[in-house]
């Protein structure tokens, strides 16, 4: 099963590193800024006063550059005042938009932002922090797997698709280029991680053909407000449908990710923790365990693209149009689109990798659970037995002096020792005990 895996996988491998190759623009640079006609610079300044002596619906706001052509210098620059509009406090950091010549006249600049560096890097390293706190070594791959993702979107997508390429070509090559770096450099090189990534490219490639074939049907062109304002900077022909496919398949490749995962290490732990079971159980077990997943995925994918769209479908409503006009508007049907199609390539892609999951675990050699071994019982406390005083000693008898053979009593005087053993003093006789009276019935 390893082998066949990798027979399955590695072609795909290889086609992604070739799309790569072929779709990144070397050698192409990018016209930027007043290149393209904008001539609008940032300039970070520091608010300094507040004044409200310009008019009913204005406000003057005193500002201090801390970057630019004349840094360190303050400007007195109008702002709008009413309900809607940002209010400006003493030590604010702004951004400023310069498009002047005249680098200290107040007319060349305006308040556009906020500076929030600062409040972002702090969020991004608790984020971190949970993650490490939680994951450990773990959690440190996928930090590092989502600072690939990133690095791909930033100088590989962006620049293709900007120099020309076509934006649906260029998003199934960085979704395989994430998606292989991710789920290997997050999950480990294993049949497992690879089950998973053959369901990913299954799911990935249904959302691709299902989006191709619904926008080319509901006739989407792709055409908002920020592509028109994209095609007018680049002043290139740019595919504004293929724009559209290529967001909806990079915005359901992070969902995918987690329902393939979760439904390959779904089956492997129902095969550890029962060995005998066949392929056809395995797969029923691990599809009731996606059709719980499977609801919730897909209204985490509804309410992703409605919260997105949630101004632009305010804006509408207020057109005193019907509910079928709405839903059937440019704007609402390309999200309704992108859910749909995104929707259908999740609910397939728990079938599809529960199946293949099966076949893989029911061939592996899967070391059974570890039972963990008992711990041992506490010995008992020794138990403390009262035992009876000792008696105190007796008093040892006092040393006898005099003869052994004699005795001697020495209130009788000094004692002297016979000159011969012969003359020793004879022991008084015992009186002989009293004969016993026998009865008179004894024989």
């Not at 989502?146 to 930033?154: D, E, N, P």
């Not at 959302?207 to 304002?229: H, K, M, R, Y």
């Not at 711990?375 to 000792?390: F, G, I, L, N, S």
Request: glycine share 10%; with cysteine.
């Amino acid at each position: 099963m390893r082998t066949l895996l990798l027979w399955l996988l590695v072609p795909f491998a290889l086609a992604t590193l070739v799309g790569a190759a072929l779709l990144y623009p070397f050698g192409y640079e990018q016209k930027t800024g007043a290149e393209i006609g904008l001539h609008q610079t940032p300039v970070e300044a520091v608010v300094t006063g507040v004044a409200e002596n310009c008019g009913e619906k204005c406000v003057a706001v005193t500002v201090k550059m801390t970057d630019g052509a004349a840094s360190g210098q303050s400007v007195t620059i109008p702002s709008v005042k009413g309900a809607g509009a940002p209010s400006f406090q003493l030590g604010d950091e702004v951004v400023l938009s310069y498009a002047g010549s005249q680098p200290q006249a107040a007319e060349s600049y305006q308040i556009v932002d906020y500076q929030r560096g600062w409040s972002l890097g702090i969020l991004a390293l608790l984020f971190a922090a949970a993650v490490l706190l939680l994951g450990r070594w773990q959690g440190l791959a996928a930090l590092g797997a989502l600072l690939l993702s990133f690095v791909v979107l930033v100088l590989f997508v962006m620049p293709s698709i900007l120099a020309g390429q076509n934006p649906l070509l260029v998003a199934v090559v960085g979704a395989g280029m994430i998606m292989f770096a991710v789920l290997y450099l997050t999950h480990g090189v294993s049949a497992r991680t690879s089950t998973a990534v053959l369901g990913t490219l299954v799911s990935l490639a249904l959302i691709g053909a299902l989006g191709a074939i619904f926008s080319a049907a509901a006739q989407l062109t792709g055409l908002d407000e920020d592509t028109t304002n994209l095609v007018t900077l680049l002043g290139t022909n740019i595919d504004t449908r293929g724009l559209l496919l290529a967001g909806t398949l990079i915005g359901a490749l992070g969902v995918l990710d987690d329902v393939t995962v979760t439904q390959t290490s779904a089956v492997w732990e129902l095969r550890r923790a029962n060995d005998k079971l066949t392929w056809r159980e395995l797969f029923a077990a691990g599809s009731r365990i996606g059709r719980d997943h499977m609801s919730s995925v897909v209204n985490t994918l509804m309410m992703a693209y409605a919260g997105a769209a949630l101004p632009l479908l305010l804006a509408i409503s207020l057109a005193g149009r019907s509910m079928g006009e709405i839903l059937t508007a440019q704007q609402i049907a390309q999200e309704i689109v992108r859910t749909l199609v995104g929707s259908i390539g999740l609910v397939a892609a728990i079938p599809v990798t529960t199946a293949l999951a099966a076949l893989v675990a029911v061939r592996q050699e899967v070391a059974p659970l570890r039972t963990p071994e008992p711990e041992p019982e506490p010995e008992p406390e020794p138990k403390t037995v009262k035992r009876a005083a000792k008696p105190a000693p007796k008093p040892r008898p006092a040393r006898i002096e005099g003869d052994l053979y004699t005795g001697y009593d020495p209130d009788k005087g000094p004692w002297e020792r016979p000159s011969e053993p012969g003359a020793r003093r004879a022991a008084p006789a015992r009186p002989a005990p009293p004969a016993r009276r026998r009865s008179s019935g004894s024989p």
